[in-house]
């Protein structure tokens, strides 16, 4: 018998120790692991998590007198949110990815469900007066009020309104600037029914009953052969846009839902589009969504359906991983390249290494399919970690487009102007309206560093030791490396060429549509950028209204490139491939060639065929040249010896500290000290440690950021420095210490 008068609780904080506490004799029952209790702690009560009940000698000091516990407050909950094998699954995060076990407790239990009321209501807010009076009082705010600012601005997105906790979350602030804005009329708040399933409206599609192509058959083979004897087993299907990867993962899934299991289905949030879930609701009746566009009380009620056995098919972005089926199956990850399976809070997890220690522990398969493999996958694929799955060709007749590059600095030389558009992108997209078809533009506005390159021979700069672009530092006149922090003057002369006629590269993107109206006179445009995507039903309206055909030329970022299907499109741009290339990040080719990719997969759906034009002022760069076509293998291999040659993932596995002070010193000291501890804590020739140096992104709201690098030669080298960044974390005072295993974004 388990003596319970002391119980160990996890409390999410990034204290990595759990804390003990008495339990009174009446609520000893019912208390078990993976149950919620309330505690005190300070001057407060907080939530935690009951982890297991120490010995009674923990409540006896050194000194064998009784130490003073307190006693819980509160059993919560009617029974543990997390069994047994969820605390394992956590415990190994916590390990894994430096957060206490208490944050990744926490971080597998969606919010709506660990705060209480479950009520069929909820608080709806909404603008009281007309949007003209509240952007007056925006901009009033903005200067002393910015959460209060903050609110109308996204208000004023919501023409339908907002539940109370979804505005909270969107604006990063608590209840009261928003109770305040209330009480000044500028905001009402009512009791409202929770909205319903927002898929519940898309219509199921049927499944079409094709017939498997011979690859198509080799790959769903392997898969059930692991499903149907229960064994683990991994696997990567590299498919091209279009050659039936869903198909593959819809009839794998049928193989486990037969055998009364169930299949957990990742996407990255922007592919989670009605038709995908239609998609599912038309092979498999019980599909449940997971989605952070779900109020609090939806995604509670879902959750809890998922525990009680009632879906066979969970879809979410990357934190539906944690969903508690009780016979997990399968997971299938979709687009498994994509960064937002990383989590950028505490706990840093990436949803694929999660998927692939949760599916190991439940002797679960896992799927991993893409276009374009991330390089992690792909090595680990050649080492045979991975299962490796390959459909080569497009499905039911299409093709893949003819992709050009545009030498944008012969363009210049010749038109002796600085045209954001080429003259051939011009052609085609004109070529496609003239034929009723449709254009799509991306403009990436991920370049927020400027580079150099040289307007007469395109050479652009880079780090002689790390091979990152390197960015210009204007204030001091230098370009610097940000990986290596190594900084240098501005070369007078191309190191290319020898030729003086170094230049910057802007984005320019705010002159795109400009340009545009003036290339196509009387084109219907319209315009698509990230902070429409605040609004669910802006991005959804654009999309219907190109879908309708009611827009001949879409613009957009890069979030417009994923997943989409409009067999209308035929000419697709990349207005300037350099912003993503020269990103001062060594993955900087690796997306580059993923959104070529990407776009081309947009392109060509259907018989009509297309023509993807990428401008840039590096064409023979190998990014470009290998996507150009449409050849992914040998662009892998060739990166994959460049990322050996400079010590880069997955060559190596990589630490980032980041620190962050109100001070500038304050933080480069701070991170000096983390690198020299590292440095003197790790023997010569199993890692090394880069910086301290700038951080790309240098300030955030208003704290100044540092960070160091480490590259160590594997795994356990890796495990041992978080270790010992762990211990060094606890001590900093002042400046704020991050620590991100296996980042995938250096800014
Ligand atoms: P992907 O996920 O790789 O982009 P999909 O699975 O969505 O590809 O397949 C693209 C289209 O081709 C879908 O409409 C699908 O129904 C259809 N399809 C898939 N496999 C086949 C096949 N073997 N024969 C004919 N059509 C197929
Ligand atoms: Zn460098």
Not at 14 to 39: C, M, N
Not at 463 to 491: F, M, W
Not at 520 to 539: I, W
Not at 542 to 548: H, I, N, S, T
């Amino acid at each position: 018998m388990v003596q319970k008068s002391l119980v160990s609780v996890c409390l999410p904080i990034p204290v990595p120790t759990a804390f003990t506490y008495r339990v009174p004799e009446e609520s000893r029952e019912g208390l078990v692991p993976g149950r919620r209790v309330r505690v005190p702690f300070g001057k407060r009560d907080v939530d935690g998590w009951c982890v297991g009940f120490p010995d009674r000698l923990e409540a006896i000091d050194e000194r064998g007198r009784e130490r003073d516990l307190k006693p819980i407050s509160a059993v919560l909950d009617d029974g543990p949110l997390l069994d047994g094998a969820m605390l394992d699954l956590a415990s190994w995060i916590a390990d894994t990815y430096a957060c206490s076990w208490g944050e990744a407790l926490s971080a597998c239990v969606p919010a709506g469900v660990r705060s209480g009321a479950d009520s069929a209501t909820v608080l709806f807010a909404r603008l009281a007066v007309d949007p003209d009076a509240a952007r007056v009082e925006a901009a009033g705010l903005a200067e002393r009020f910015t959460k209060r600012s903050r609110v109308l601005a996204i208000l004023l997105e919501h023409a339908d309104g907002l539940a109370l906790r979804d505005l909270v979350r969107a604006a990063q602030c608590s209840e009261s600037p928003i109770r305040t804005l209330a009480k000044h009329g500028f905001v009402e708040l009512a009791e409202r029914q929770v909205a319903g399933d927002p898929f519940a409206g898309a219509k199921p599609e049927a499944p079409a009953g094709v017939s498997l192509t011979p690859q198509q058959e080799v790959a769903l083979e392997a898969v059930t052969a692991s499903v149907d004897a229960r064994v683990h087993g991994a696997f990567l299907l590299h498919g091209v846009t279009g050659s039936g990867k869903t198909e593959i993962y819809l009839r794998a899934i049928q193989s486990v839902v037969a055998q009364g299991r169930q299949a957990i289905v990742l996407v990255p949030e922007i592919s989670l589009t009605p038709q995908t879930v239609a998609r599912f609701r038309g092979w498999f009746e019980r599909v449940a969504v997971l989605h952070s566009a779900l109020t609090d009380a939806e995604r509670r009620r879902q959750w809890r359906a998922i525990r009680a056995g009632e879906a066979d098919v969970v879809i979410g972005p990357r934190s539906a991983i944690f969903a508690p089926v009780a016979q997990l199956g399968l997971v299938v990850l979709d687009e498994e390249h994509e960064t937002s399976f990383k989590q950028q809070s505490a706990p840093r997890y990436h949803a694929r290494e999660v998927a692939i220690e949760r599916a190991r522990r439940s002797g679960a398969a896992v799927l991993l399919g893409t276009a374009t493999p991330s390089l992690e996958s792909w090595e680990a694929a050649r080492r045979g970690r991975l299962r490796l799955l390959s459909l080569s060709e497009r499905v039911g007749g299409g093709v893949l487009p003819r992709v050009e590059l545009v030498d944008m600095v012969r363009e210049r030389q010749e038109t002796k102007a600085n045209y954001l558009l080429s003259r051939r992108l011009v052609h085609v997209v004109r070529n496609s309206i003239k034929r009723r078809e449709q254009a799509i533009l991306f403009l990436n506005r991920r370049g927020f560093a400027t580079s150099i390159y040289c307007t007469r021979c395109g050479t652009t700069l880079r780090c002689r030791r790390c091979s990152v672009a390197v960015t210009l530092h204007r204030s001091h006149g230098t370009v610097l490396c940000h990986p290596c922090g190594e900084e240098r003057p501005v070369p007078r002369m191309c190191p290319g060429c020898s030729q003086p006629g170094m230049s910057r590269i802007g984005a320019g993107t705010e002159r795109l549509e400009d340009a545009c109206r003036a290339a196509f006179p009387g084109a219907r445009l319209a315009r698509m950028d990230s902070d429409a995507m605040h609004d669910r039903n802006a991005y959804e309206q654009v999309l219907g209204a190109f879908g309708r055909r009611e827009v001949d030329i879409l613009l957009g970022t890069q979030m417009i490139a994923k997943g989409l299907h409009f067999p209308n499109v035929t000419a697709v741009g990349v207005v300037s491939a350099d912003a993503s290339l020269l990103v001062p990040d060594f993955r900087a080719s690796e997306r580059t060639f993923q959104l070529v990719a990407q776009v081309a997969g947009r392109a060509g759906r259907s018989a009509a065929g297309g023509t993807v034009v990428v401008q840039t002022v590096q064409p023979g760069h190998t990014a470009l040249r290998h996507a150009e076509r449409h050849d992914f293998v040998g662009f892998a291999a060739e990166e994959l010896a460049e990322r050996a040659r400079y010590r880069w993932p997955p060559a190596t596995r990589l630490v980032r500290v980041v620190v962050t002070a109100r001070d500038d010193r304050a933080a480069m000291e701070r991170a000096r000290e983390v690198a020299d501890s590292l440095r003197l804590a790790l023997p010569e020739g199993c890692a090394d440690v880069l910086g301290p140096s700038r951080c790309p992104i240098e300030r955030v709201r208003h704290r100044f950021r540092w960070h160091v690098v480490l590259r160590a030669v594997d795994e356990p080298v890796q495990r041992a420095a978080v270790l010992r960044l762990r211990r060094l974390s606890a001590k900093a005072r002042g400046a704020d210490i991050t620590i991100d295993v296996d980042p995938v974004d250096l800014g």
